[in-house]
């Protein structure tokens, strides 16, 4: 199965919160990542999380951790539209020959936001 | 500009020509790495550059796939006979420090390059 798992797609309305959560596998992963990709551009990084921490926020934004289960999420409050793109999960994981840590990213959440 | 730069920004290719993708990183970050995005798909880690280190390529798909990086700052991916499964979008990106204990560094993303092999 996938090392980093996430739903494909979110819908929500301007103003509400959006909730992206996402799974990863190697409970060794001291960061977690959220990175977010507009229409056409690279992927920016938007926050990120050791894995000590509980909890994270950052104006609009809140990441939870939930290190026993391997579930992260990211907390979008008052959702605008301008916040529509792709949410993509990563963690750092071990790479396959053992030397470095390598960001391992999930599929990305589409979050479309009515008006 | 100060951000990381890719080129072309489009490429299309027949089936068994070879094609070289170009990355410019931020200035003075060590590490690099490429990425392949595939529609629908997250990002596959390709291979990763560290300073002067010796490459970690543990993502490259095939032996069709190579890159280098020359003094330590451009990079180019080659992929020699294009296969229509390597049509993707390429992303590279560099942070300032590598992938050591933890990994815990910011990348910053190119705007990538789409490759359609015909």
């Known amino acids: 199965g996938e090392d980093v798992e996430q739903s494909l797609f979110l819908s929500v309305r301007e103003g509400d919160s959006s909730v992206i959560n996402c799974t990863y596998t190697?409970?060794?992963?001291?960061?977690l990542y959220w990175y977010k990709q507009e229409p056409g551009a690279g992927l920016q990084l938007l926050t990120y999380?050791?894995?000590?921490?509980d909890m994270k926020q950052d104006q609009r934004l809140t990441v939870l951790l939930n290190k026993k289960d391997k579930h992260l999420s990211l907390r979008i409050a008052d959702t605008q539209t301008g916040d529509s793109a792709i949410y993509f999960c990563a963690e750092s994981k071990m790479s396959r020959t053992g030397g470095s840590y390598i960001p391992t990213f999930g599929r990305g959440t589409s979050l479309i936001v009515h008006p | 500009g100060a951000g990381v730069s890719q080129s072309p920004s489009n490429k299309v290719t027949e089936k068994g020509k070879d094609v070289e993708l170009r990355c410019d990183p931020i200035s003075g970050h060590t590490a690099l790495y490429w990425y392949r995005q595939s529609l629908g798909q997250g990002l596959e880690f390709l291979i990763y550059f560290q300073g002067n280190s010796a490459p970690d390529k543990s993502g490259l798909p095939s032996d069709r796939f190579s890159a280098e990086r020359t003094g330590g700052s451009v990079s180019t991916l080659t992929i020699q006979r294009t296969q229509q499964e390597d049509s993707a979008v390429y992303l590279c990106?560099?942070?300032?420090?590598?992938?050591?204990?933890?990994?815990?560094?910011?990348?910053?993303f190119g705007p990538g390059t789409r490759l359609t092999v015909l």
């Open positions: 999380i050791f894995s000590n921490m």
């Open positions: 190697d409970s060794s992963s001291t960061y």
């Open positions: 990106a560099s942070s300032p420090r590598g992938g050591g204990t933890g990994g815990g560094n910011e990348q910053f």
